[in-house]
């Protein structure tokens, strides 16, 4: 690259990354500027910027205007926050994160599975606050023989399969088609597999489709004892009925790490002891960062080098 090829920044996603692509790109921080600077920054840049970078969980609806748009790298891996409609019309290959924060988000899922059956959080706050002195803590549910049911099997899911082997879980999933390679049950709706499941792990995408999947009926499928996780988006659960069915007892407990519009949290889940609530630090870790980053940075690398993209992503 003899010259620094010029490059739109739409959004604010990692720092690390951002000064990395600042020195390697000629860099115009559009999520820096308001108002009119932002459609003359675009128009300065039309015909003679190519490429973008963007957060994938959320894109200035801008940078499709920008007509010399062919590359939009996106970091992360759930592109619920692209609009694949326009970037299509726009002539625009989107790319994504895939794989390299599997183990991490798998880690997170484990640890609620762990923090939910066992109480971990209560027990830390029970020891502190001198309960202990007093009397035992409530007994935990085990997980050996138990059915952890995977909605949205894929690169995450099967992570957290791998990972729960060894725990002694039994294993059973619900995708839109049943995969060859694998030996545990494809149920074939969310209510089916929760009704089958005593733990349900979310790890669908989110977007239109998978809006609200799972619904009061899933919840109560998966019964009094059941324990839904979520690792996926927010935006698959239904959370006024989440708080209805942790209210009534339909489930037992719930551990999340995702929320339908972060950061808020729905009150009523804030005062609940049977839910363990995360700030979506799935993929938190310093590696898995650095790790996404630089797929970002070796997406664009690449296209300026040799036209080809890594790991392109649709919208579907
Ligand atoms: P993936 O490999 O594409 O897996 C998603 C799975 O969901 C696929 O097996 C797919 O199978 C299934 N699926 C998709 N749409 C469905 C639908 N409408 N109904 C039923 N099943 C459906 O994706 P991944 O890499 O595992 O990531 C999954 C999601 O995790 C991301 O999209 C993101 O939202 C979330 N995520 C969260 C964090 C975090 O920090 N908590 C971090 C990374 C990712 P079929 O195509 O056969 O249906
Ligand atoms: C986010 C994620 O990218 O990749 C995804 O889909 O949800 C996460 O890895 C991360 O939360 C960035 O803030």
């Given at each position: 690259?003899?010259?620094?090829?010029?490059?739109?920044?739409?959004?604010?996603?990692?720092?690390?990354?951002?000064?990395?692509?600042?020195?390697?790109?000629?860099?115009?921080?559009?999520?820096?500027?308001?108002?009119?600077?932002?459609?003359?920054?675009?128009?300065?840049?039309?015909?003679?910027?190519?490429?973008?970078?963007?957060?994938?969980?959320?894109?200035?609806?801008?940078?499709?205007?920008?007509?010399?748009?062919?590359?939009?790298?996106?970091?992360?891996?759930?592109?619920?926050?692209?609009?694949?409609?326009?970037?299509?019309?726009?002539?625009?290959?989107?790319?994504?994160?895939?794989?390299?924060?599997?183990?991490?988000?798998?880690?997170?899922?484990?640890?609620?599975?762990?923090?939910t059956?066992?109480?971990?959080?209560?027990?830390?706050?029970?020891?502190?606050?001198?309960?202990?002195?007093?009397?035992?803590?409530?007994?935990?549910?085990?997980?050996?023989?138990?059915?952890?049911?995977?909605?949205?099997?894929?690169?995450?899911?099967?992570?957290?399969?791998?990972?729960?082997?060894?725990?002694?879980?039994?294993?059973?999933?619900?995708?839109?088609?049943?995969?060859?390679?694998?030996?545990?049950?494809?149920?074939?709706?969310?209510?089916?597999?929760?009704?089958?499941?005593?733990i349900?792990?979310?790890?669908?995408?989110?977007?239109?489709?998978?809006?609200?999947?799972?619904?009061?009926?899933?919840?109560?499928?998966?019964?009094?004892?059941g324990i839904l996780?979520?690792?996926?988006?927010?935006?698959?659960?239904?959370?006024?009925?989440?708080?209805?069915?942790?209210?009534?007892?339909?489930?037992a407990g719930?551990?999340?790490?995702?929320?339908?519009?972060?950061?808020?949290?729905?009150?009523?889940?804030?005062?609940?002891?049977?839910?363990?609530?995360?700030?979506?630090?799935?993929?938190?870790?310093?590696?898995?960062?650095?790790?996404?980053?630089?797929?970002?940075?070796?997406?664009?690398?690449?296209?300026?080098?040799?036209?080809?993209?890594?790991?392109?992503?649709?919208?579907?």
């Amino acid at each position: 690259m003899p010259d620094k090829p010029s490059l739109v920044i739409a959004n604010n996603f990692h720092a690390d990354t951002i000064a990395k692509l600042d020195a390697r790109y000629e860099t115009h921080h559009l999520w820096r500027l308001s108002g009119s600077g932002r459609r003359k920054l675009i128009a300065e840049l039309d015909g003679r910027c190519e490429a973008a970078a963007s957060a994938s969980w959320v894109c200035d609806e801008l940078v499709y205007e920008l007509s010399s748009l062919r590359v939009l790298s996106c970091f992360g891996v759930g592109v619920d926050g692209i609009n694949f409609e326009r970037a299509g019309e726009a002539g625009i290959a989107v790319t994504n994160t895939p794989d390299v924060l599997d183990d991490a988000v798998a880690d997170i899922a484990i640890a609620l599975i762990l923090a939910t059956t066992r109480d971990i959080v209560n027990a830390d706050r029970f020891v502190r606050a001198g309960g202990w002195r007093e009397g035992p803590f409530p007994f935990g549910m085990g997980l050996a023989g138990r059915a952890l049911g995977v909605l949205g099997l894929g690169r995450i899911g099967s992570a957290v399969v791998r990972r729960a082997e060894p725990l002694g879980l039994r294993f059973a999933y619900h995708n839109r088609r049943a995969k060859a390679d694998v030996a545990f049950p494809c149920y074939d709706s969310p209510r089916e597999l929760a009704q089958h499941s005593d733990i349900l792990l979310n790890v669908l995408p989110g977007g239109a489709e998978t809006h609200g999947i799972v619904d009061l009926e899933v919840l109560a499928a998966l019964g009094p004892e059941g324990i839904l996780i979520n690792v996926g988006r927010g935006s698959s659960v239904n959370e006024s009925a989440l708080v209805q069915a942790l209210r009534r007892g339909l489930i037992a407990g719930a551990g999340l790490d995702v929320y339908a519009n972060e950061p808020q949290v729905p009150a009523e889940l804030l005062t609940m002891d049977n839910v363990v609530l995360l700030p979506h630090i799935g993929s938190a870790t310093r590696e898995t960062r650095a790790a996404m980053g630089q797929l970002v940075i070796d997406n664009l690398d690449s296209w300026f080098q040799s036209g080809k993209l890594l790991t392109e992503v649709s919208g579907n």
